[in-house]
């Protein structure tokens, strides 16, 4: 299967890149790790084999993206208060929910945002988190429980 011009992918998945990196990182990065998952994109696509999950493979590289802004985040000095976020998904009604995902551990983090950020099936979750379909359903269940714990323990506060 030949691969369209990497123009058309952009302009395809462009959208649903971003959507997921806004919740996976948070809206005020979003911008800067979807231009880094382009870059990176844009350099191994001469040497992409397989077109049939375009989306996907975009996907992956965001992810990619998400963990290293994550990791790169742990080692920055953070800001004594953040300003609440606007954007999409329910981050618009309630960016503490968001803000909760980003605290989850790696891979629930990871799980639970592409699963409704990006919309993605559990099998597509574990594809891209490198486990298998279970494993993906059981971080997407571990990642809500602990989200909901966080929520329950900041409403009795």
Request: glycine content about 6%.
């Amino acid at each position: 299967m030949r691969l369209p011009p990497f123009q058309m992918l952009l302009e395809e998945h462009g959208e649903d890149v971003l959507r997921y990196l806004r919740a996976a990182v948070g809206r005020q990065d979003a911008e800067d790790c979807w231009q880094e998952t382009m870059l990176a994109a844009l350099r191994a696509y001469p040497r992409l084999r397989d077109a049939r999950n375009l989306r996907g493979w975009l996907l992956r590289i965001a992810h990619n993206e998400a963990v290293d802004h994550h990791r790169s985040a742990r080692r920055r000095p953070a800001p004594m208060a953040e300003l609440p976020e606007r954007g999409v998904l329910q981050a618009e009604t309630d960016p503490a929910l968001w803000t909760a995902v980003r605290r989850l551990p790696e891979k629930q983090r990871a799980a639970v945002t592409l699963r409704f950020a990006g919309d993605l099936d559990y099998r597509a979750i574990g594809s891209l988190i490198d486990c298998s379909e279970a494993a993906a359903r059981q971080n997407v269940r571990a990642g809500l429980a602990a989200v909901r714990k966080e929520w329950a323990h900041a409403g009795a506060s």
